[in-house]
């Protein structure tokens, strides 16, 4: 039995030093140290020996297996060494190379083209005002000269909020009620631009969305002529979509100007000759008129003093006439592949 003894420590020496990885280490020690191992079944067989030969052969056995097992160890530190540095060589970065940037992100295109559109009015000497977006029946509609039995007021167009107590509250419609709270917060004049989410209750197509963002103006002044209102129309047109477009003022009805008039812009594909896309020359911008003697009233303004212009634009329907988009939706679905062409803006 010393001689099988010597023999397999001999053995798992030379198996534990030609291991080339940690799995075959593993198997190594199994045949080597396993209960089924040469050297397992020499300590089974201690227990049929004599006293005196037992203690000698149980001495030798331990002395193996604890020889075998630091070999084992040994071997095993060695190869983890070798692992790790296997993966820090896999991990190494070369400082030397140029970093890699990621892709520069941009603004959402109607976020470009609010900030662009109160700008201009900024730069004329507008100031922002904003509102909430849940709004009383009193500012959104009453204050806005419209009747009671106007369209606008069922549930067919507008969207109201089911709050116990408070039957009057909806989803602001437009952004005009902020001009009936700037009014009411102080006298003229009053030189306001109001961006923000308005709601309605329609089926989104290719150009139409159920949410979509305004800009309103609001000029109130003494001597404030429709002549100003066209001034400053122009001069918006020019500066969102270049200095040779064009604007058109046809008559139109809203209930809180008087006159009031739709306006068009030369067309962005034809330039006011005519094409598929416009069919006439133009395209249909925005609402706008003087503001009505009512309105005025409603807010403790003297009408018979202060004259004033407002008007209001989709910021939806100045993106897609701007960047030639032929689907209203494709703002508002976030499809990166669309927000790309925008990275530049």
């Known amino acids: 039995m010393l001689r099988t003894l010597e023999a397999e420590r001999a053995r798992g020496r030379e198996l534990f030093a030609s291991a080339g990885s940690l799995e075959e280490l593993e ?8 209960r089924k191992s040469p050297l397992g079944e020499v300590q089974r067989a201690l227990g049929a020996l004599e006293e005196g030969q037992r203690r000698e052969l149980g001495r030798a056995v331990n002395e193996a297996r604890t020889e075998l097992a630091d070999a084992f160890e ?3 530190d060695a190869l983890s060494v070798d692992v790790e540095s296997a993966l820090l060589a896999a991990d190494a970065v070369d400082m030397t190379l140029p970093g890699r940037r990621r892709p520069d992100g941009s603004l959402h295109p109607l976020t470009v083209v609010e900030d662009e559109i109160v700008g201009l009015f900024l730069r004329l000497g507008y100031r922002v005002a904003e509102g909430p977006e849940i709004e009383d029946d009193w500012h959104n509609f009453q204050a806005l000269n419209i009747p009671e039995d106007h369209p606008a007021r069922t549930m067919k167009d507008s969207l109201y909020v089911s709050i116990p107590g408070h039957p009057e509250l909806l989803l602001r419609t437009e952004t005009s009620a902020v001009q009936i709270r700037t009014m009411l917060s102080q006298p003229p004049p009053v030189y ?19 949410v979509f963002h305004q800009v309103e103006a609001l ?12 001034g400053t129309l122009e001069a918006m047109a020019k500066g969102l979509f270049g200095e040779d477009r064009r604007i058109r003022f046809t008559p139109s009805y809203f209930p809180f100007v008087e006159p ?9 594909r034809c330039g006011g000759v005519g094409c598929p896309t416009c069919r006439s020359g133009w ?9 009505h003697p009512k309105v005025l009233e409603n807010c403790g303004y003297d009408s018979e003093r202060y004259t004033g212009f407002a008007f209001g634009l989709g910021i939806e329907r100045v993106a897609i006439l701007k960047y030639e988009i032929p689907d209203i939706r494709l703002l508002i679905e976030g499809d990166v592949r669309f927000l790309e062409r925008f990275r530049a803006a």
């Open 283 to 291: 395209i249909e911008l925005l609402g706008a008129g003087m503001v």
């Open 74 to 76: 040994a071997r095993r």
């Open 27 to 34: 198997a190594a020690n199994i045949a080597v140290l396993g």
């Open 260 to 268: 009031g008039a739709q306006i068009g812009v030369t067309c962005f």
């Open 219 to 230: 000029v109130v002044d003494e001597g404030i002529t429709f002549a100003d209102l066209k």
């Open 192 to 210: 306001i631009v109001a961006p923000g989410r308005v709601y309605r209750r329609e089926t989104p197509d290719p150009t139409h969305l159920a």
